[in-house]
C-alpha cells in the first residue's frame, strides 16, 4: 500500500495486490475500498498489479483542509489527472490500465480523456457514467433535490423512510435496498454520503469523446453489467457500447453487486 499527496486535494491511499505485471489503477464502488477487487484474484489478478485507490470519504484517503462549502460545491475534474502524475512520480511514467465499479468509473473514465495514449485496456463493472442516472441528476445537480438530500441525510428517520418507499414503487430493487440500507443506518454515515456524492458531482465523462479515443488508440474495453441491475443497467449504455469498435461486453445473471467470487469464476470460464 502508498500514499499519494495531491497538492489541492488531499492524501490518497491506495492498496497494492496481484501478482501480474502489468499496473492497473482501479476505483472502487461506495461503501468500499481500494482492495474491493481482491476477490478477482483467479483472473484479473493473474495478469495485473493493482493499484486500487481508497476514495475521499472512504478507508485512509484524507481530504486536506477542505471546507463544507467546497466540498459541496464539487472535486475539480482538473484533479483526477493529479492521482496518475503523482502515480507517475512514485514508479516512473509508463503504460497502464484502469478499472472501475459503480460510481469509481467515472475515475476511470477521465482517465481515458486525459491518458489515452498511454492506456492499454480499461475495465468497467456496473459502470455510472457512460449515461445520466436520472437520480444521481436530481440529488446533486438540481436545487430542490440538493435541498432535499441535504435534509433527508440529517435525520435518523427521513432516509430509511425514503429508502423503503423506492423499493415500494419498484424503483430500487431488495439488494439495492440492502446495500443503500446499510450506508444510512448511522449518522456518520449518512453525513459520509452527502459528502462523498457532492464530492464527485463534477465528474462527468465526455462519453463521446472516450469513444473516440478508445477506437484511435485500440484500448481493450471490457464493460460487465449485472442483468438484474436497477441502478446501472446495460440498456443504459446501449449508445455507448455501440460507438465502440471492439468492445467485450458480458451481462451476467447478477444484480447491482458484481465485484464477487462469482464474478471471478465467470470471468476464469471464459478463457477456458
Known sequence: MGFLDIPGLGVAHYHEYGIGSKPMLAFHGYGMTGRQFHVLEKSILQAYHVYGFDHFFHGESKLNGWTEQQILAGMPRAMVSEYVEEW??????????????????????????????????????????????????ILLHKPWGRYMFKNVTKSKWLAPTMLKNLKRVKFIDESLYQIAYNEIDTEQKRQDVYYTLNLIRLLKPDTVKIAALINQHHIKCRLIFGRHDNLFPMKAAL?????????????????????TKQLDEYLVNLQQ
Not at 451481462?251 to 458484481?258: C, R
Open 239 to 259: 449508445p455507448f457500447i455501440g460507438s465502440i469498435e471492439n468492445a467485450e461486453v458480458h451481462e451476467v445473471a447478477m444484480g447491482h453487486w458484481l465485484v
Open 88 to 137: 507517475f512520480k512514485l514508479h516512473g511514467r509508463q503504460r497502464f490500465s484502469v478499472m472501475g465499479y459503480s460510481i469509481g468509473a467515472n475515475i476511470a473514465l477521465i482517465l481515458i480523456e486525459e491518458y489515452a495514449d498511454l492506456i492499454d485496456e480499461v475495465i468497467l463493472m456496473a459502470p455510472d457514467g457512460l449515461s445520466v442516472y436520472k437520480g444521481f441528476e
